[in-house]
């Protein structure tokens, strides 16, 4: 392997480790301050449901009359004297109604819930800088780690602990994204019934709980993702020594 090479990835291991001490000494207190004001501000804080209720902008079509066979249709059979014959039943004929066809809407676009949407973009970047974090946390302690060897391996167990909950933390971050992107479909899914049945009050207040069911579900996020950040800032400090020297000499051993 050409020695540049190898200076190079030395170079970036040395890297990799100044920013990831820096992070958890300096940038993990910083965000769990800065998450705990963003909650604490009216986007938030104590937010009434109806503040993220969005107009559909789908009107609800005059009624569809269905046509039916006229009473005076055959004659009055009851009062016809003149007929010795019981009066014939009519055929009955089911009407099925299948929803109104939508090729276009009257008012234009539905447009997607502005209030939501705007917590989204706040959120978004925070989950996209924990994942970071996360990964830059578990490269460090992976270049902790030493080399196998029999006995002494307590304090390798501690880092070996500590990359799994820094793994766990990471694929959470990530199941937020998709959590985002399955409301939209969902909402977009509600939304054409509504389109397609605007007459159907269930599908507008379906729209409705889903819009709440996210507000909710946003600020939870930013509630879990301080606690995480809290959560390994506590479990790194707490087992700094270990996590950075794992194995103790045999000098300091025996004395």
């Given amino acids: 392997m050409p020695t540049d090479t190898i200076v190079k990835v030395q170079e970036y291991k040395e890297t990799l480790i100044t920013k990831a001490e820096t992070l958890?000494?300096?940038?993990?207190?910083?965000?769990?301050?800065?998450?705990?004001?963003?909650?604490?501000?009216?986007?938030?804080?104590?937010?009434?449901?109806?503040?993220?209720?969005?107009?559909?902008?789908?009107?609800?079509?005059?009624?569809?009359l269905v046509n039916k066979l006229c009473s005076e249709e055959g004659g009055d059979a009851?009062?016809?004297?003149?007929?010795d014959h019981p009066p014939t039943k009519r055929a009955r004929k089911d009407v099925i109604v299948t929803g109104t066809p939508v090729l276009a809407?009257?008012?234009?676009t539905v447009p997607c819930n502005k209030p939501l949407c705007e917590m989204i973009t706040v959120v978004k970047p925070i989950i996209r800088k924990l994942v970071e974090d996360s990964n830059l946390l578990k490269m460090w302690i992976s270049f902790m780690i030493p080399k196998i060897e029999d006995g002494n391996n307590f304090g390798v167990s501690i880092q070996e602990d500590t990359l799994a909950e820094i793994q766990t933390v990471e694929s959470e971050a990530a199941a937020f994204f998709d959590q985002i992107s399955r409301y939209f479909l969902s909402r977009a899914k509600v939304v054409s019934k509504?389109?397609?049945?605007?007459?159907?009050?269930?599908?507008?207040?379906?729209?409705?709980?889903?819009?709440?069911?996210e507000y909710l579900s946003l600020w939870l996020v930013v509630c879990e993702v301080r606690n995480r950040y809290s959560s390994l800032h506590d479990i790194v400090i707490k087992n700094l020594e270990k996590l950075k020297k794992p194995r103790s000499s045999n000098t300091e051993s025996l004395y």
């Fill in 78 to 83: 009851g009062g016809n004297d003149n007929n």
């Fill in 105 to 108: 809407l009257p008012t234009g």
């Fill in 24 to 64: 958890i000494t300096k940038r993990f207190p910083e965000k769990i301050v800065q998450l705990n004001e963003l909650l604490a501000t009216p986007m938030f804080n104590e937010r009434n449901f109806s503040e993220v209720h969005q107009d559909l902008n789908i009107p609800v079509l005059p009624p569809v």
């Fill in 194 to 213: 509504v389109a397609k049945y605007p007459h159907i009050d269930d599908y507008r207040r379906a729209v409705v709980e889903l819009d709440e069911k």
